[in-house]
C-alpha cells in the first residue's frame, strides 16, 4: 500500500516538473529539444568532456544557431553565431555570469571574474589601470627570464621527437603569473611537484568536473561525494599561499616604512606610484611642479570624472587616466637629484621613488598585489579578504588561458612552415643581427605578422571556448525572449567558426585579419563590451615573447596525433597537444 503511494506521488511529482519544463520551454522563442521530467536535458549532456563541442555543434546543426537546453530546471540559451551574441556581450545590463562560474566562487569568492553590479563596476575601474602598458612593460623582464628557462628546457627536448606541449607551457605560464601577480618567484618550471600546482590542477579538474557533468553540479549531491574533500584540501593550499604571500608583503611594506608621507598622508598613492615606476617622487620635484608640468589637466579632469563624484583623483589613478595614447616616459632627470648627484632611496628618511629602491622589492615585484593592499591602506576598505579575492582570480585567469593560447598557436605553426619563415623573417627585420637578445616591449609592438598569427590561431582554438551571462528578469535581447535565471552560453569556438563570417573558416590563414572583419564581434577570443578579458594586452605580451622566442631557436613540426579538443575550464585536450621541435641552425 506505502509502496503503490510513494509510486503514484513520485509518478505525480514527475508530472508536475515535466508540465512545468515544457510550460517554461514554449516560453522561450528558441527551438531546442523536449525536456524530460525533473532532467530537463541533462541527460543529453552526460557525454566524455572531449565530445562536449561536438555535441553542441550537432545540437546547433539540428535546432539553429541558437537553441535551448534545461539542465534540470535550469533553462539554457546557448548561442553560436555573433549576430545574436553581440547585443549580448556589449549589454551594460546584461553582465551576471552565468550559473556554471558558482563553481569557481569557492576559489575566487568575489573577484572581479565572478563578481557583478556595482561591486564588479567598482572594482573593474579600480583595477583597468593596472593593465596600463606602462605597467606592463616591467613585467617584460620577468616573461623573458622564464623564457630562457623554457627555452632550455625545449632546447633538451628538440631532437625531432613529440612531446605533449600543455603540461610544459603551463609551468612557464604559472611561473610568469605569480611573479606578476604576487611577486613572488615560485620556479615550478623547476619544481612541477609543488603542493601549489598539484592544488591548482585538482581544483581545476573538480571545478571543470562541476560545469560538464550536471549531476555534479548541485550542490546535494557533490558535497556528499570524496570530490568535497579534495576541493577543501586543495582550497586550503591555495588560499593558503595567497594569504601567506599578502601578509609578506604587508610586512615588506612596513620594513622599508612606506607608511609616511608628506603633506596629506595619501601613503597607498604614493607609494603605488613609485610601485608601479610612473613617477618619480613628489616631495623631490615639488607638488606644484608635478601637477603643473607633469599632470597638467588629468587633474581637473579627474575633478570632473562622474566616477569620483567630482572628488580629487587619486594619484594612483592619474598616471593613466587622462593620455592613454602616450607612453609615459617618465620625467626629465628622474633619477637626478637637484643638484645633480644621482637619487638616493631614502631622503630624510623616507623611502623615495629612486629606481635605487630595487633592493627592498618596493619597485615592480608585487605590483598587482601591491595596488591591492596600497588601495585598503588608502580607505578604499579592500579588506584582506577581497585582496585575495583578485589575486587568485588574476592568478586563476592569468595562466591556463595564455597556456592553452600558446599551446594551440604551436599546434597551428607546426602544421606550417611558411608561417613559421614568415615570423622569423618579421624578427630579422626588428631583431637585426641581434637575434639573441630580449626584445624589447617597444619591439613586441612591432610583431605584427605574429599578431595576425596569434589571432588566427585563438580564432580556431579560442583559449575559452565558452562564455555565460544569468539573465536577472525577463526581457528581449537581440531578437532572443528570454526569461528570468536564464543562462545565455555563448560559444566563441563556434561562433568563431561560421562559414558566413569567414571564408574557409577551417583553414589557419593570418593573413585573413589583415581584412577588417565581416562582423567585430566574430572575434571574441577576449570576449568584448564591458566584461571582456581585462588581461588581454598582458596576455599578447606573454604570447608573443613565447612564441617569437620558440621560433628563434626551433623549427617546430607536426606530431602524427591531433588533440582532441576538451573545452574544460580552457580549451585543453583529452590526449594532449603534441608537436615536434628541431633546433634551428
Ligand atoms: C590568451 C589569454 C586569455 C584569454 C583568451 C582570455 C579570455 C578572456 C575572456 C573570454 C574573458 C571573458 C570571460 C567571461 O565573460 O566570462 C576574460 C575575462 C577576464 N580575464 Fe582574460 N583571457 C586571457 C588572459 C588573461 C590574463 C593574462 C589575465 C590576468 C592577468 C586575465 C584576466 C581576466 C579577468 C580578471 C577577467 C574578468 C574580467 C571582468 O569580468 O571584468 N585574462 N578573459
New binding site residues.
Given amino acids: 500500500m506505502i509502496l503503490l503511494l510513494v509510486s503514484v506521488v513520485l509518478v505525480f511529482a514527475l508530472l508536475v516538473s515535466w508540465i512545468s519544463l515544457v510550460r517554461q520551454s514554449r516560453r522561450f522563442n528558441v527551438d531546442g529539444p523536449s525536456p524530460l521530467p525533473l532532467v530537463g536535458n541533462a541527460h543529453l549532456f552526460v557525454v566524455k568532456s572531449s565530445e562536449f563541442l561536438n555535441l553542441v555543434q550537432r545540437l546547433s546543426e539540428k535546432y539553429g544557431k541558437v537553441f535551448r537546453v534545461h539542465f534540470f530546471s535550469t533553462p539554457y540559451v546557448v548561442i553560436c553565431h555573433a549576430k545574436q551574441a553581440e547585443e549580448l556581450?556589449s549589454s551594460i545590463e546584461h553582465?551576471t555570469?552565468g550559473r556554471s562560474?558558482s563553481f569557481l566562487t569557492c576559489w575566487l569568492g568575489q573577484?572581479?571574474?565572478t563578481?557583478t553590479g556595482q561591486r564588479?563596476k567598482t572594482h573593474?575601474k579600480f583595477?583597468t589601470p593596472a593593465?596600463h602598458f606602462n605597467i606592463l612593460q616591467n613585467f617584460l623582464p620577468v616573461f623573458c627570464k622564464n623564457q630562457r628557462v623554457l627555452t632550455e628546457k625545449l632546447r633538451g627536448l628538440a631532437d625531432g621527437r613529440p612531446i605533449d606541449m600543455f603540461p610544459i607551457i603551463a609551468l612557464a605560464a604559472l611561473d610568469n603569473?605569480t611573479e606578476?601577480?604576487m611577486g613572488v618567484c615560485m620556479e615550478t618550471q623547476k619544481d612541477s611537484q609543488s603542493e601549489y600546482v598539484k592544488s591548482i590542477e585538482e581544483l581545476s579538474a573538480i571545478v571543470t568536473m562541476r560545469m560538464q557533468i550536471p549531476f555534479f553540479g548541485e550542490d546535494a549531491i557533490f558535497n556528499l561525494l570524496p570530490y568535497k574533500t579534495r576541493q577543501d584540501k586543495a582550497l586550503k593550499v591555495l588560499h593558503g599561499q595567497t594569504n601567506k604571500v599578502i601578509e609578506a608583503r604587508r610586512q615588506e611594506l612596513k620594513k622599508a616604512k612606506i607608511t609616511a608621507l608628506p603633506d596629506n598622508n595619501d601613503i597607498g598613492l604614493k607609494n603605488s606610484m613609485r610601485s608601479w615606476t610612473c613617477c618619480c617622487s613628489l616631495k623631490l620635484m615639488g607638488k606644484k611642479i608635478f601637477f603643473e608640468k607633469c599632470l597638467g589637466n588629468w587633474y581637473q579632469r579627474g575633478r570632473q570624472n562622474p566616477f569620483l563624484g567630482g572628488r580629487r583623483p587619486y594619484f594612483i589613478r592619474l598616471p593613466f587616466r587622462g593620455r592613454q595614447d602616450k607612453p609615459w616616459k617618465g620625467f626629465p632627470g628622474q633619477d637626478k637629484q637637484r643638484d645633480g648627484s644621482k637619487r638616493t632611496g631614502t631622503e630624510e628618511g623616507k623611502i623615495t621613488a629612486s629606481p635605487d629602491n630595487m633592493d627592498i622589492g618596493i619597485k615592480n615585484k608585487h605590483a598587482?598585489l601591491d595596488l591591492l593592499w596600497l588601495a585598503e591602506m588608502m580607505g578604499k576598505k579592500i579588506d584582506d579578504e577581497s585582496v585575495r579575492e583578485e589575486v587568485d582570480?588574476?592568478m586563476f585567469?592569468?595562466?591556463d588561458?595564455?597556456t592553452?593560447?600558446i599551446v594551440y598557436t604551436l599546434h597551428c605553426l607546426s602544421k606550417r612552415r611558411d608561417v613559421q619563415e614568415k615570423v622569423y623573417e618579421e624578427l630579422k627585420t626588428i631583431y637585426g643581427n641581434e637575434m639573441h637578445r630580449d626584445p624589447t616591449y617597444h619591439e613586441l609592438a612591432q610583431m605584427k605578422y605574429l599578431e595576425l598569427v596569434l589571432k588566427e590561431s585563438?580564432r580556431l582554438f579560442?583559449?575559452?571556448p565558452l562564455?555565460?551571462?544569468r539573465i536577472m528578469k525577463d526581457c528581449e535581447v537581440g531578437g532572443l525572449k528570454l526569461l528570468k535565471g536564464t543562462s545565455v552560453v555563448m560559444n566563441?569556438y563556434q561562433i568563431q567558426r561560421q562559414p558566413d563570417l569567414y571564408d574557409d573558416p577551417l583553414e589557419f590563414r593570418p593573413e585573413r585579419f589583415e581584412a577588417p572583419l565581416k562582423n567585430p564581434f566574430s572575434w571574441?577570443?577576449?570576449?568584448a563590451g564591458?566584461?571582456?578579458?581585462?588581461?588581454?594586452k598582458?596576455?599578447?605580451m606573454?604570447?608573443k615573447i613565447t612564441i617569437s622566442e620558440i621560433i628563434k631557436h626551433f623549427y617546430i613540426l607536426p606530431a602524427a596525433q591531433e588533440p582532441e579538443l576538451s573545452a574544460d575550464l580552457?580549451l585543453r585536450s583529452k590526449n594532449g597537444v603534441q608537436v615536434k621541435f628541431m633546433p634551428r641552425k
Avoid at 530 to 536: A, D, F, K
Fill in positions: 556581450v553582465i555570469k562560474y573577484g572581479l571574474l563578481s564588479w573593474r583595477l593593465f603569473v606578476s601577480i598587482f582570480t588574476f585567469e592569468g595562466h588561458t595564455t592553452s593560447g585563438m579560442p583559449p575559452v562564455i555565460e551571462r566563441i571574441l577570443a577576449f570576449s564591458p566584461r571582456n578579458c581585462i588581461g588581454q598582458f596576455a599578447m606573454e604570447l580552457v
